[in-house]
């Protein structure tokens, strides 16, 4: 269970961002900063190439943000990502839901159960420690090139950040308010449902957040070394054709999904920590 201690410092870096009575200057502040730091870098890549002279073999791999972004207009337009995005999306989609199906309510059965925390604990430690790129081949020689085992990849690496996370968060709730629901008769569902899961929810959070980049990274290793489509296999086409500003469209669309699950965890979890007082006290 070590990845969890590591995220314990960036939920309370989390939680002391969130402060009652700020500006709406400084609720937007850090994505501001980001989003200039990210076209300060394009326009500083975009000016390189007529402020010094590259030779035509280097011209050869290198490319701007503009012929990326033309590249991109041209193949949404045409229609020739579709399809790969179409086939990347779903490994990731069904891969990314199989692990937190799994992984939330078996982080929370082994976070209340010494025993079962006693009986699962070296596997999930011995897996979570074992480099993914270990399993491709027996799961390529298991599953085939298809849409199968591109599904278990993103399974095997998105699901040990959710069960990690969220047996962690179980272990750390206040004893004080299980006892108190304890009291009043509630059943062991009932601790889990009222007490448990919800105080676990920043831990579960931060889970999900890198279950996410863990899923996108599945999906790029099984195209890249065994799979008969998806983006990463475009990719690794355009990259034998030297088709640098198709290698970069690839990888800013897999950067795009990464970014758009992570809002949408971020929405998640604003909603489901409105109860909590600093959330509270910034309504």
Do not use: C
Not at 165 to 174: Q, S
């Amino acid at each position: 269970m070590s990845e969890s201690h590591a995220l314990k410092a960036d939920i309370a870096a989390d939680d002391d961002l969130v402060t009652p009575g700020r500006t709406g200057w400084q609720r937007f502040e850090s994505t501001l900063y980001g989003a200039g730091s990210i076209v300060v870098l394009l326009l500083v890549w975009e000016i390189v190439p007529h402020l010094i002279t590259i030779s035509a073999g280097t011209k050869l791999f290198f490319t701007t943000p503009s012929q990326i972004g033309g590249t991109l207009w041209t193949m949404f337009a045409t229609g020739t990502i579709w399809k790969p995005l179409g086939v990347s999306a779903s490994g990731f989609s069904l891969g990314l839901v199989l692990a937190i199906a799994v992984g939330l309510p078996l982080g929370v059965l082994i976070g209340r159960s010494r025993t079962l925390n006693a009986m699962f604990d070296p596997f999930i430690t011995a897996f979570n420690a074992t480099p993914r790129l270990v399993f491709l081949p027996l799961l390529m020689l298991w599953f085939g090139l298809g849409l199968g085992s591109k599904v278990v990849i993103v399974f095997i690496g998105a699901l040990f950040p959710i069960l990690i996370n969220t047996y962690e968060g179980v272990r750390n709730t206040d004893r004080v308010l299980v006892n108190v629901v304890r009291s009043f008769g509630a059943s062991e569902w009932d601790v889990a449902r009222l007490v448990v899961v919800p105080n676990a929810m920043p831990y579960i959070i931060a889970g999900l957040r890198l279950a996410i980049g863990r899923a996108v990274l599945g999906v790029v290793v099984a195209e890249f070394f065994g799979s008969e489509s998806g983006l990463g296999v475009m990719m690794v086409q355009a990259a034998g054709r030297y088709q640098v500003a198709v290698v970069f469209a690839g990888l800013i669309v897999f950067a795009a999904l990464s970014l758009a699950m992570t809002a949408l965890v971020q929405i998640l979890e604003n909603r489901l920590s409105r109860w909590r007082p600093q959330h509270a006290g910034n309504e």
